[in-house]
Protein backbone atom coordinates (compact mmCIF):
# COMPACT_ATOMS: atom_id res chain seq x y z
CA UNK A 1 0.00 0.00 0.00
CA UNK A 2 1.11 3.62 -0.47
CA UNK A 3 2.90 5.52 2.28
CA UNK A 4 0.52 8.07 2.39
CA UNK A 5 -2.57 5.65 2.95
CA UNK A 6 -0.63 3.86 5.45
CA UNK A 7 -0.09 7.30 7.31
CA UNK A 8 -3.87 8.06 7.01
CA UNK A 9 -4.82 4.53 8.74
CA UNK A 10 -1.70 4.86 11.54
CA UNK A 11 -2.89 8.21 12.50
CA UNK A 12 -6.79 7.20 12.39
CA UNK A 13 -8.51 5.94 15.33
CA UNK A 14 -9.89 2.25 14.27
CA UNK A 15 -12.92 1.08 15.09
CA UNK A 16 -14.95 -1.97 13.97
CA UNK A 17 -18.82 -1.29 14.62
CA UNK A 18 -19.87 -4.97 15.56
CA UNK A 19 -17.80 -8.27 15.22
CA UNK A 20 -19.26 -11.29 16.83
CA UNK A 21 -16.34 -13.51 16.13
CA UNK A 22 -15.10 -16.61 18.36
CA UNK A 23 -13.79 -15.36 21.58
CA UNK A 24 -12.34 -18.26 22.66
CA UNK A 25 -9.32 -17.76 19.54
CA UNK A 26 -6.61 -16.45 20.44
CA UNK A 27 -6.38 -15.75 15.98
CA UNK A 28 -9.29 -13.21 16.64
CA UNK A 29 -7.28 -11.37 18.88
CA UNK A 30 -4.24 -12.03 16.86
CA UNK A 31 -5.46 -10.52 13.70
CA UNK A 32 -7.00 -7.39 15.62
CA UNK A 33 -3.49 -6.39 16.90
CA UNK A 34 -2.15 -7.12 13.30
CA UNK A 35 -4.54 -5.14 11.69
CA UNK A 36 -3.42 -1.89 14.47
CA UNK A 37 -7.28 -2.27 15.14
CA UNK A 38 -8.36 0.44 17.89
CA UNK A 39 -11.54 -0.76 19.57
CA UNK A 40 -14.78 -3.18 18.32
CA UNK A 41 -18.32 -3.89 19.55
CA UNK A 42 -18.00 -7.34 20.76
CA UNK A 43 -21.24 -9.01 20.85
CA UNK A 44 -21.64 -10.73 24.06
CA UNK A 45 -25.50 -11.98 23.66
CA UNK A 46 -27.56 -12.74 20.86
CA UNK A 47 -30.43 -14.97 21.77
CA UNK A 48 -29.31 -15.31 25.69
CA UNK A 49 -31.25 -15.31 28.45
CA UNK A 50 -30.02 -13.15 31.59
CA UNK A 51 -28.31 -16.07 33.06
CA UNK A 52 -26.39 -17.20 29.81
CA UNK A 53 -25.19 -13.74 29.64
CA UNK A 54 -24.19 -12.74 32.63
CA UNK A 55 -22.23 -16.21 32.32
CA UNK A 56 -20.42 -14.97 29.38
CA UNK A 57 -19.63 -11.51 31.10
CA UNK A 58 -18.11 -13.46 33.57
CA UNK A 59 -15.91 -15.02 31.04
CA UNK A 60 -15.28 -11.55 29.50
CA UNK A 61 -14.20 -10.11 32.75
CA UNK A 62 -11.40 -13.37 32.72
CA UNK A 63 -10.33 -12.27 29.29
CA UNK A 64 -9.67 -8.71 30.33
CA UNK A 65 -7.68 -10.02 33.70
CA UNK A 66 -5.49 -12.09 31.43
CA UNK A 67 -5.12 -10.90 28.10
CA UNK A 68 -2.54 -8.33 28.04
CA UNK A 69 -3.88 -7.32 24.15
CA UNK A 70 -7.19 -5.99 25.04
CA UNK A 71 -8.67 -3.31 27.23
CA UNK A 72 -12.20 -3.28 28.44
CA UNK A 73 -13.74 0.00 27.02
CA UNK A 74 -16.63 1.70 29.53
CA UNK A 75 -16.03 5.44 28.34
CA UNK A 76 -14.42 7.59 25.05
CA UNK A 77 -10.64 8.08 27.31
CA UNK A 78 -10.72 4.15 27.06
CA UNK A 79 -10.94 4.31 23.21
CA UNK A 80 -7.90 6.68 23.55
CA UNK A 81 -5.92 4.54 26.05
CA UNK A 82 -6.25 1.64 24.08
CA UNK A 83 -4.45 3.15 20.91
CA UNK A 84 -1.53 4.32 23.34
CA UNK A 85 -0.97 1.05 24.55
CA UNK A 86 -1.17 -0.86 21.36
CA UNK A 87 -4.26 -2.83 22.38
CA UNK A 88 -7.84 -3.25 21.06
CA UNK A 89 -10.21 -1.69 23.22
CA UNK A 90 -13.30 -3.97 23.76
CA UNK A 91 -16.84 -2.63 24.15
CA UNK A 92 -19.15 -5.20 25.19
CA UNK A 93 -22.41 -4.98 23.13
CA UNK A 94 -25.56 -7.24 22.54
CA UNK A 95 -27.33 -7.66 19.23
CA UNK A 96 -30.73 -8.24 21.05
CA UNK A 97 -32.31 -7.19 24.44
CA UNK A 98 -33.14 -10.62 25.66
CA UNK A 99 -30.46 -10.72 28.64
CA UNK A 100 -32.94 -7.93 30.45
CA UNK A 101 -36.15 -10.45 29.43
CA UNK A 102 -39.31 -8.49 31.55
CA UNK A 103 -36.64 -6.43 34.06
CA UNK A 104 -36.04 -2.79 32.91
CA UNK A 105 -33.95 -2.30 36.03
CA UNK A 106 -31.17 -5.23 34.59
CA UNK A 107 -30.67 -2.03 31.76
CA UNK A 108 -28.56 -0.60 34.58
CA UNK A 109 -26.88 -3.30 35.76
CA UNK A 110 -25.43 -4.11 32.86
CA UNK A 111 -24.08 -0.69 32.09
CA UNK A 112 -22.42 -1.31 35.78
CA UNK A 113 -20.69 -4.13 33.80
CA UNK A 114 -19.56 -2.23 31.03
CA UNK A 115 -22.50 -3.03 28.19
CA UNK A 116 -22.77 -0.06 26.27
CA UNK A 117 -24.52 -0.92 23.07
CA UNK A 118 -27.51 -2.64 23.25
CA UNK A 119 -29.82 -3.83 19.62
CA UNK A 120 -33.55 -3.75 20.63
CA UNK A 121 -34.04 -6.86 18.85
CA UNK A 122 -32.77 -9.96 16.91
CA UNK A 123 -34.30 -11.21 13.50
CA UNK A 124 -37.66 -11.40 15.75
CA UNK A 125 -40.23 -10.44 17.95
CA UNK A 126 -39.16 -10.28 21.63
CA UNK A 127 -40.82 -8.33 24.29
CA UNK A 128 -39.34 -4.55 22.91
CA UNK A 129 -40.36 -5.05 19.29
CA UNK A 130 -39.75 -6.77 16.16
CA UNK A 131 -37.05 -8.09 14.16
CA UNK A 132 -36.06 -7.85 10.47
CA UNK A 133 -37.35 -11.26 9.51
CA UNK A 134 -40.42 -11.10 11.57
CA UNK A 135 -43.62 -11.92 9.64
CA UNK A 136 -45.96 -8.67 11.10
CA UNK A 137 -43.90 -5.49 12.60
CA UNK A 138 -46.09 -4.35 15.23
CA UNK A 139 -43.55 -1.51 16.35
CA UNK A 140 -41.80 -0.49 19.51
CA UNK A 141 -44.29 -2.03 22.67
CA UNK A 142 -44.74 -0.04 25.55
CA UNK A 143 -41.73 -1.99 27.15
CA UNK A 144 -39.84 -1.30 24.42
CA UNK A 145 -40.55 2.58 24.61
CA UNK A 146 -39.78 2.39 28.23
CA UNK A 147 -36.42 0.47 27.63
CA UNK A 148 -35.35 2.61 25.16
CA UNK A 149 -36.29 6.00 27.21
CA UNK A 150 -34.12 4.19 30.53
CA UNK A 151 -31.01 3.35 27.73
CA UNK A 152 -31.18 7.19 26.48
CA UNK A 153 -31.06 8.30 30.49
CA UNK A 154 -28.01 5.84 31.53
CA UNK A 155 -25.80 6.06 28.45
CA UNK A 156 -26.00 3.11 26.40
CA UNK A 157 -26.36 3.52 22.41
CA UNK A 158 -29.38 2.03 20.65
CA UNK A 159 -28.43 -0.24 18.08
CA UNK A 160 -31.14 -0.82 15.48
CA UNK A 161 -29.30 -3.37 13.17
CA UNK A 162 -31.77 -6.45 12.68
CA UNK A 163 -34.39 -4.41 13.87
CA UNK A 164 -37.96 -4.67 11.68
CA UNK A 165 -38.87 -1.40 9.78
CA UNK A 166 -41.87 0.02 11.93
CA UNK A 167 -39.97 -0.74 15.19
CA UNK A 168 -36.63 0.76 13.32
CA UNK A 169 -38.59 4.20 12.82
CA UNK A 170 -40.63 4.23 16.51
CA UNK A 171 -37.40 3.26 18.07
CA UNK A 172 -35.07 6.61 16.16
CA UNK A 173 -38.56 8.77 16.86
CA UNK A 174 -38.72 7.82 20.82
CA UNK A 175 -35.26 8.09 21.38
CA UNK A 176 -33.79 11.04 22.82
CA UNK A 177 -30.08 10.22 21.69
CA UNK A 178 -28.56 9.18 18.54
CA UNK A 179 -28.91 6.34 17.84
CA UNK A 180 -26.72 3.38 15.55
CA UNK A 181 -27.23 1.02 12.94
CA UNK A 182 -23.71 -0.67 13.51
CA UNK A 183 -23.65 -3.23 10.56
CA UNK A 184 -25.86 -2.74 7.18
CA UNK A 185 -26.21 -1.11 4.00
CA UNK A 186 -29.20 0.32 2.17
CA UNK A 187 -31.64 -2.08 0.83
CA UNK A 188 -32.32 -0.35 -2.41
CA UNK A 189 -28.00 -1.14 -2.62
CA UNK A 190 -28.70 -4.20 -1.64
CA UNK A 191 -32.05 -5.84 -1.48
CA UNK A 192 -31.65 -8.13 1.72
CA UNK A 193 -34.01 -7.86 4.56
CA UNK A 194 -31.37 -7.25 6.61
CA UNK A 195 -30.58 -4.05 4.89
CA UNK A 196 -32.52 -0.40 5.87
CA UNK A 197 -34.90 1.03 3.35
CA UNK A 198 -34.05 5.24 3.04
CA UNK A 199 -36.71 6.34 5.58
CA UNK A 200 -34.90 4.88 8.39
CA UNK A 201 -31.45 5.98 7.05
CA UNK A 202 -32.56 9.60 6.65
CA UNK A 203 -34.35 9.46 9.96
CA UNK A 204 -31.41 8.10 11.65
CA UNK A 205 -28.99 10.98 10.16
CA UNK A 206 -30.94 13.42 10.88
CA UNK A 207 -30.64 12.70 14.83
CA UNK A 208 -27.14 12.64 14.71
CA UNK A 209 -26.58 8.88 14.23
CA UNK A 210 -24.07 6.87 12.63
CA UNK A 211 -24.58 3.97 10.05
CA UNK A 212 -22.01 1.30 10.01
CA UNK A 213 -21.68 0.06 5.78
CA UNK A 214 -21.42 -3.56 6.33
CA UNK A 215 -18.56 -5.76 4.58
CA UNK A 216 -20.78 -8.85 5.37
CA UNK A 217 -20.74 -11.06 1.63
CA UNK A 218 -24.68 -11.25 2.13
CA UNK A 219 -25.48 -7.46 2.12
CA UNK A 220 -23.46 -6.71 -1.10
CA UNK A 221 -24.78 -7.25 -4.38
CA UNK A 222 -21.86 -9.43 -5.52
CA UNK A 223 -22.41 -11.73 -2.46
CA UNK A 224 -19.65 -14.08 -1.87
CA UNK A 225 -17.47 -13.13 -5.01
CA UNK A 226 -17.30 -9.64 -3.60
CA UNK A 227 -13.96 -7.95 -3.10
CA UNK A 228 -13.30 -4.92 -1.24
CA UNK A 229 -14.02 -2.47 -4.17
CA UNK A 230 -17.67 -3.69 -3.78
CA UNK A 231 -17.19 -3.25 0.11
CA UNK A 232 -16.13 1.05 -0.89
CA UNK A 233 -18.85 0.72 -3.16
CA UNK A 234 -21.44 0.08 -0.01
CA UNK A 235 -19.47 3.34 1.99
CA UNK A 236 -19.62 5.49 -0.99
CA UNK A 237 -23.59 4.80 -1.89
CA UNK A 238 -24.04 5.33 2.14
CA UNK A 239 -21.88 8.44 2.45
CA UNK A 240 -24.18 9.65 -0.76
CA UNK A 241 -27.28 9.29 0.89
CA UNK A 242 -26.77 10.39 4.34
CA UNK A 243 -23.32 12.06 4.41
CA UNK A 244 -20.08 11.63 5.56
CA UNK A 245 -20.21 12.85 8.96
CA UNK A 246 -22.85 9.65 9.58
CA UNK A 247 -21.26 6.87 8.21
CA UNK A 248 -18.66 4.23 9.63
CA UNK A 249 -17.97 0.62 9.03
CA UNK A 250 -19.33 -2.59 10.54
CA UNK A 251 -18.18 -5.71 9.48
CA UNK A 252 -20.32 -8.55 11.18
CA UNK A 253 -16.74 -10.39 11.58
CA UNK A 254 -17.33 -14.05 12.19
CA UNK A 255 -13.67 -15.18 12.43
CA UNK A 256 -13.60 -19.08 13.55
CA UNK A 257 -16.89 -19.82 14.53
CA UNK A 258 -17.70 -23.32 14.70
CA UNK A 259 -20.85 -24.59 12.72
CA UNK A 260 -22.93 -24.99 15.92
CA UNK A 261 -22.47 -20.60 16.16
CA UNK A 262 -24.17 -20.66 13.02
CA UNK A 263 -27.07 -22.78 13.49
CA UNK A 264 -27.60 -21.00 16.74
CA UNK A 265 -27.87 -17.46 15.67
CA UNK A 266 -29.96 -18.48 12.42
CA UNK A 267 -32.55 -20.81 14.64
CA UNK A 268 -35.62 -19.39 15.60
CA UNK A 269 -35.58 -17.49 18.68
CA UNK A 270 -32.15 -19.15 19.30
CA UNK A 271 -34.05 -22.57 19.80
CA UNK A 272 -35.67 -24.21 16.16
CA UNK A 273 -33.11 -25.07 13.61
CA UNK A 274 -33.71 -24.75 10.90
CA UNK A 275 -35.97 -21.87 11.22
CA UNK A 276 -39.00 -19.99 8.78
CA UNK A 277 -36.54 -17.31 7.84
CA UNK A 278 -33.06 -19.08 7.48
CA UNK A 279 -31.80 -22.25 4.55
CA UNK A 280 -30.64 -25.02 7.37
CA UNK A 281 -28.73 -26.68 4.13
CA UNK A 282 -26.01 -23.39 4.03
CA UNK A 283 -21.99 -25.24 4.56
CA UNK A 284 -21.86 -21.63 6.68
CA UNK A 285 -18.12 -23.06 7.73
CA UNK A 286 -16.98 -23.18 3.67
CA UNK A 287 -18.15 -19.79 3.09
CA UNK A 288 -15.89 -16.81 3.35
CA UNK A 289 -18.37 -14.15 5.05
CA UNK A 290 -15.90 -10.97 4.06
CA UNK A 291 -14.88 -9.32 0.53
CA UNK A 292 -11.27 -10.37 -0.80
CA UNK A 293 -8.82 -7.78 0.28
CA UNK A 294 -10.60 -7.34 3.81
CA UNK A 295 -11.05 -11.19 5.17
CA UNK A 296 -9.51 -10.47 8.56
CA UNK A 297 -8.54 -6.74 10.73
CA UNK A 298 -5.09 -7.45 9.36
CA UNK A 299 -6.05 -6.29 6.30
CA UNK A 300 -8.30 -3.58 7.60
CA UNK A 301 -5.19 -0.69 6.21
CA UNK A 302 -6.31 -1.66 2.33
CA UNK A 303 -9.44 -0.01 3.68
CA UNK A 304 -7.25 3.12 3.78
CA UNK A 305 -6.00 2.82 0.51
CA UNK A 306 -8.95 2.20 -1.15
CA UNK A 307 -10.85 5.10 0.39
CA UNK A 308 -8.06 7.16 -0.75
CA UNK A 309 -8.46 5.67 -4.00
CA UNK A 310 -12.07 6.67 -4.42
CA UNK A 311 -11.13 10.49 -3.39
CA UNK A 312 -11.60 10.34 0.32
CA UNK A 313 -9.16 13.05 2.00
CA UNK A 314 -7.20 11.92 5.11
CA UNK A 315 -10.18 14.18 7.50
CA UNK A 316 -12.94 12.07 5.75
CA UNK A 317 -11.17 8.78 5.40
CA UNK A 318 -10.50 9.04 9.41
CA UNK A 319 -14.28 9.43 9.68
CA UNK A 320 -14.77 6.49 8.36
CA UNK A 321 -12.37 4.37 10.09
CA UNK A 322 -13.48 5.59 13.26
CA UNK A 323 -13.74 9.92 14.00
CA UNK A 324 -17.89 9.25 13.29
CA UNK A 325 -18.58 6.25 15.81
CA UNK A 326 -16.12 8.07 18.61
CA UNK A 327 -17.93 11.11 18.43
CA UNK A 328 -21.37 9.31 18.38
CA UNK A 329 -20.06 7.35 21.49
CA UNK A 330 -18.95 10.28 23.62
CA UNK A 331 -22.13 12.16 22.73
CA UNK A 332 -24.26 9.31 23.53
CA UNK A 333 -22.32 7.19 26.33
CA UNK A 334 -22.85 10.85 28.63
CA UNK A 335 -26.22 11.82 28.60
Same mark, same amino acid.
Given at each position: ?25 ? #?? %??? *? ?6 ? $? ?38 ? &? ?25 ? @? ?18 ? @? ?14 ? %??? =? ?14 ? &? ?6 ? !?????? !? ?42 ? *? ?6 ? @?? =? ?10 ? $? ?35 ? =? ?18 ? !? ?5 ? #? @? ?8 ? $? ?10 ? %? ?6
Amino acid at each position: MSSEARRIYDEAVVIDGLNVSNWESD #AV %FEG *LRAGDVTA $INATVATWENFSQTMAHLAVWMRRFRERDDILQVKETEDI &HAARRLGKTGIILGFQNASPIENELDR @LGLFLALGVRVIQLTYHETN @LLGSGCWERNDAGLSN %FGV =DAVREMNQLGILIDLS &HVGPRTTL !EAIETS !EQPVAITHANARSFCGHPRNKEEEALTALAEKGGVVGATSFANF *LPKGFDST @LE =DFVDAIDDMVER $IGIDHVAFGTDSTHDQPLEFWHYIVSQQGTKFPSTFA =DGSVPYTELNFQPKGMETPA !EFPNLAE #A @LAGRGYGAED $IGKLLGGNWLRL %FERVWNP
